[in-house]
Protein backbone atom coordinates (compact mmCIF):
# COMPACT_ATOMS: atom_id res chain seq x y z
CA UNK A 1 0.00 0.00 0.00
CA UNK A 2 1.25 3.32 -0.95
CA UNK A 3 1.10 6.35 1.91
CA UNK A 4 1.87 8.83 -1.31
CA UNK A 5 -1.13 10.23 -3.27
CA UNK A 6 -0.79 9.01 -6.85
CA UNK A 7 -1.94 11.31 -9.77
CA UNK A 8 -5.25 11.16 -10.76
CA UNK A 9 -6.46 10.35 -14.15
CA UNK A 10 -9.78 10.81 -15.70
CA UNK A 11 -12.64 9.83 -13.34
CA UNK A 12 -10.39 9.76 -10.22
CA UNK A 13 -8.13 6.03 -11.13
CA UNK A 14 -4.44 6.68 -10.43
CA UNK A 15 -2.47 7.41 -14.05
CA UNK A 16 0.10 5.23 -12.46
CA UNK A 17 -2.51 2.10 -13.10
CA UNK A 18 -2.05 2.62 -16.96
CA UNK A 19 0.40 1.25 -19.27
CA UNK A 20 1.91 4.70 -21.25
CA UNK A 21 -0.04 5.78 -23.97
CA UNK A 22 -2.90 4.03 -22.72
CA UNK A 23 -6.74 6.20 -21.39
CA UNK A 24 -9.25 4.42 -19.65
CA UNK A 25 -12.63 3.51 -20.34
CA UNK A 26 -15.19 2.06 -18.61
CA UNK A 27 -17.53 0.53 -21.14
CA UNK A 28 -16.56 -2.93 -23.07
CA UNK A 29 -15.44 -2.25 -26.39
CA UNK A 30 -16.17 -5.03 -29.01
CA UNK A 31 -12.97 -5.46 -31.61
CA UNK A 32 -12.85 -7.73 -34.16
CA UNK A 33 -11.49 -8.62 -37.25
CA UNK A 34 -14.33 -10.53 -38.55
CA UNK A 35 -17.65 -11.82 -38.45
CA UNK A 36 -18.43 -13.02 -34.90
CA UNK A 37 -18.67 -17.12 -35.60
CA UNK A 38 -21.28 -18.59 -33.28
CA UNK A 39 -19.68 -21.99 -32.12
CA UNK A 40 -22.42 -24.43 -30.55
CA UNK A 41 -21.23 -25.69 -27.53
CA UNK A 42 -22.59 -29.02 -28.60
CA UNK A 43 -19.20 -29.30 -31.17
CA UNK A 44 -16.80 -26.96 -29.56
CA UNK A 45 -13.43 -28.27 -29.01
CA UNK A 46 -10.17 -27.20 -27.85
CA UNK A 47 -7.52 -29.16 -29.33
CA UNK A 48 -3.55 -28.44 -28.10
CA UNK A 49 -1.24 -29.66 -31.32
CA UNK A 50 2.68 -30.36 -30.16
CA UNK A 51 5.32 -29.81 -32.32
CA UNK A 52 5.27 -33.48 -33.13
CA UNK A 53 1.92 -33.39 -34.62
CA UNK A 54 -0.04 -34.90 -31.50
CA UNK A 55 -2.84 -33.88 -30.48
CA UNK A 56 -4.68 -32.99 -26.76
CA UNK A 57 -8.53 -32.67 -27.16
CA UNK A 58 -10.86 -31.37 -24.94
CA UNK A 59 -15.19 -30.90 -24.99
CA UNK A 60 -16.85 -28.39 -24.22
CA UNK A 61 -18.32 -30.73 -21.14
CA UNK A 62 -14.51 -31.92 -20.30
CA UNK A 63 -13.65 -28.42 -19.72
CA UNK A 64 -15.94 -27.49 -17.18
CA UNK A 65 -15.06 -30.34 -15.16
CA UNK A 66 -11.87 -29.03 -14.62
CA UNK A 67 -10.87 -26.72 -11.69
CA UNK A 68 -11.29 -23.41 -12.90
CA UNK A 69 -10.28 -20.17 -11.39
CA UNK A 70 -11.70 -16.48 -11.14
CA UNK A 71 -9.36 -13.56 -11.79
CA UNK A 72 -9.87 -9.43 -11.55
CA UNK A 73 -7.82 -8.32 -14.17
CA UNK A 74 -6.61 -5.37 -16.09
CA UNK A 75 -7.00 -5.01 -20.24
CA UNK A 76 -4.76 -3.05 -22.47
CA UNK A 77 -5.61 -2.71 -26.02
CA UNK A 78 -3.37 -1.66 -28.70
CA UNK A 79 -5.60 0.77 -30.24
CA UNK A 80 -4.93 2.81 -26.35
CA UNK A 81 -7.80 1.90 -24.29
CA UNK A 82 -7.68 0.57 -20.84
CA UNK A 83 -10.29 -1.32 -18.87
CA UNK A 84 -9.52 -2.04 -15.05
CA UNK A 85 -10.58 -4.90 -12.55
CA UNK A 86 -12.01 -7.12 -15.30
CA UNK A 87 -13.52 -10.50 -13.80
CA UNK A 88 -13.29 -13.93 -15.71
CA UNK A 89 -14.06 -17.38 -15.40
CA UNK A 90 -12.01 -20.23 -16.65
CA UNK A 91 -9.61 -22.82 -16.86
CA UNK A 92 -5.54 -21.96 -16.57
CA UNK A 93 -3.51 -22.89 -19.37
CA UNK A 94 -1.27 -24.42 -16.90
CA UNK A 95 -3.92 -27.14 -16.04
CA UNK A 96 -4.65 -27.82 -19.72
CA UNK A 97 -0.93 -28.07 -20.65
CA UNK A 98 0.21 -30.29 -17.29
CA UNK A 99 -0.07 -33.55 -19.13
CA UNK A 100 1.21 -32.06 -22.56
CA UNK A 101 4.78 -33.08 -23.89
CA UNK A 102 6.51 -30.70 -25.38
CA UNK A 103 10.12 -28.99 -26.10
CA UNK A 104 8.29 -25.85 -28.02
CA UNK A 105 8.92 -22.73 -27.27
CA UNK A 106 6.48 -20.92 -28.98
CA UNK A 107 2.44 -20.96 -29.38
CA UNK A 108 -0.04 -20.08 -31.81
CA UNK A 109 -3.64 -19.70 -30.57
CA UNK A 110 -6.06 -20.46 -33.23
CA UNK A 111 -9.52 -19.69 -33.59
CA UNK A 112 -13.14 -20.41 -35.21
CA UNK A 113 -13.34 -18.33 -37.57
CA UNK A 114 -9.80 -18.23 -38.62
CA UNK A 115 -7.76 -15.71 -36.39
CA UNK A 116 -4.46 -16.57 -35.03
CA UNK A 117 -2.07 -14.92 -32.79
CA UNK A 118 1.77 -15.72 -31.57
CA UNK A 119 3.39 -15.88 -28.54
CA UNK A 120 6.17 -17.13 -26.16
CA UNK A 121 4.28 -20.92 -24.29
CA UNK A 122 6.26 -19.35 -21.47
CA UNK A 123 3.56 -16.67 -21.56
CA UNK A 124 0.60 -19.11 -21.18
CA UNK A 125 1.98 -20.86 -18.00
CA UNK A 126 2.50 -19.84 -14.29
CA UNK A 127 -0.79 -18.56 -13.62
CA UNK A 128 -1.00 -15.95 -16.62
CA UNK A 129 -3.49 -17.41 -18.49
CA UNK A 130 -6.95 -18.97 -19.55
CA UNK A 131 -9.25 -20.42 -21.18
CA UNK A 132 -12.15 -17.73 -19.96
CA UNK A 133 -16.16 -18.81 -20.46
CA UNK A 134 -17.79 -16.10 -18.09
CA UNK A 135 -17.12 -13.02 -17.77
CA UNK A 136 -18.34 -10.80 -14.90
CA UNK A 137 -20.41 -13.68 -13.56
CA UNK A 138 -22.23 -14.03 -16.79
CA UNK A 139 -21.57 -16.78 -20.07
CA UNK A 140 -18.98 -14.92 -22.19
CA UNK A 141 -21.33 -13.61 -24.85
CA UNK A 142 -20.53 -14.38 -28.72
CA UNK A 143 -19.64 -10.15 -29.29
CA UNK A 144 -16.36 -11.02 -26.61
CA UNK A 145 -15.30 -14.67 -27.24
CA UNK A 146 -17.81 -17.03 -26.41
CA UNK A 147 -18.22 -19.76 -25.62
CA UNK A 148 -14.49 -19.23 -24.68
CA UNK A 149 -11.70 -17.30 -24.99
CA UNK A 150 -7.84 -17.03 -24.73
CA UNK A 151 -7.09 -14.54 -21.52
CA UNK A 152 -3.88 -13.58 -21.41
CA UNK A 153 -4.40 -9.94 -19.80
CA UNK A 154 -0.13 -9.31 -19.48
CA UNK A 155 -0.11 -8.30 -23.01
CA UNK A 156 -1.71 -6.86 -25.53
CA UNK A 157 -5.22 -7.42 -25.95
CA UNK A 158 -5.31 -8.77 -29.59
CA UNK A 159 -2.64 -11.91 -28.18
CA UNK A 160 -6.30 -13.08 -26.27
CA UNK A 161 -7.93 -14.86 -29.08
CA UNK A 162 -11.86 -14.75 -29.02
CA UNK A 163 -13.22 -17.67 -30.07
CA UNK A 164 -10.61 -19.95 -29.65
CA UNK A 165 -10.31 -23.32 -31.28
CA UNK A 166 -6.61 -24.21 -29.89
CA UNK A 167 -3.20 -24.04 -29.34
CA UNK A 168 -0.58 -25.17 -31.58
CA UNK A 169 2.89 -25.74 -30.23
CA UNK A 170 6.35 -25.22 -32.69
CA UNK A 171 10.00 -24.62 -31.85
CA UNK A 172 9.59 -20.76 -34.23
CA UNK A 173 7.87 -18.02 -33.41
CA UNK A 174 5.20 -17.86 -36.60
CA UNK A 175 3.64 -14.61 -36.52
CA UNK A 176 0.11 -14.52 -36.23
CA UNK A 177 -3.09 -12.07 -37.86
CA UNK A 178 -2.52 -8.78 -36.82
CA UNK A 179 1.71 -9.76 -36.40
CA UNK A 180 2.10 -10.33 -39.55
CA UNK A 181 0.29 -6.80 -40.14
CA UNK A 182 3.04 -4.84 -38.68
CA UNK A 183 1.93 -5.63 -34.74
CA UNK A 184 4.80 -6.41 -32.37
CA UNK A 185 5.43 -10.19 -32.11
CA UNK A 186 5.63 -9.60 -27.94
CA UNK A 187 3.23 -6.98 -27.41
CA UNK A 188 4.10 -6.08 -23.53
CA UNK A 189 1.66 -2.98 -23.05
CA UNK A 190 4.04 -1.48 -20.47
CA UNK A 191 7.14 -1.20 -22.99
CA UNK A 192 4.53 0.26 -25.13
CA UNK A 193 5.70 -2.86 -27.88
CA UNK A 194 3.00 -1.54 -30.58
CA UNK A 195 4.43 -2.04 -33.69
CA UNK A 196 7.17 -4.29 -35.17
CA UNK A 197 10.10 -2.89 -33.58
CA UNK A 198 9.00 -0.73 -31.30
N1 LIG B 1 -10.66 -14.43 -32.93
C1 LIG B 1 -10.38 -13.13 -32.69
N2 LIG B 1 -9.84 -12.79 -31.50
C2 LIG B 1 -9.54 -11.50 -31.25
C3 LIG B 1 -9.76 -10.50 -32.21
C4 LIG B 1 -10.33 -10.89 -33.45
O1 LIG B 1 -10.55 -10.07 -34.34
N3 LIG B 1 -10.63 -12.22 -33.65
N4 LIG B 1 -9.42 -9.19 -31.94
C5 LIG B 1 -8.40 -8.98 -30.91
C6 LIG B 1 -8.28 -7.60 -30.52
S1 LIG B 1 -7.42 -6.55 -31.54
C7 LIG B 1 -8.73 -7.15 -29.31
S2 LIG B 1 -8.45 -5.59 -28.75
C8 LIG B 1 -9.56 -8.02 -28.46
C9 LIG B 1 -10.89 -7.37 -28.25
O2 LIG B 1 -11.67 -8.13 -27.38
P1 LIG B 1 -13.13 -7.61 -27.10
O3 LIG B 1 -13.84 -7.52 -28.43
O4 LIG B 1 -13.71 -8.62 -26.16
O5 LIG B 1 -12.97 -6.25 -26.49
O6 LIG B 1 -9.77 -9.32 -29.01
C10 LIG B 1 -8.68 -9.85 -29.69
N5 LIG B 1 -9.00 -11.20 -30.05
MO1 LIG C 1 -7.00 -4.63 -30.18
Known sequence: MSIVTPGFHGRGRPAADLPPGQYLTEDFPVLSAGPTPRV????????VTTETGR???WTWAELLALPAETVTVDLHCVTKWSKLRTTWRGVPLDTLLADVETAADFAVAESYGGYTTNLPL???LDGQAWI????EGEDLTAEHGGPARLLVPH???????KWV??????????PGFWETLGYH???DPWREQRYQGD
Do not use: M, Q
Open 40 to 47: PTGSWTFT
Open 55 to 57: EYR
Open 122 to 124: ADL
Open 132 to 135: AYSY
Open 155 to 161: LYLWKSA
Open 165 to 174: SGIRLSHDDE
Open 185 to 187: EYG
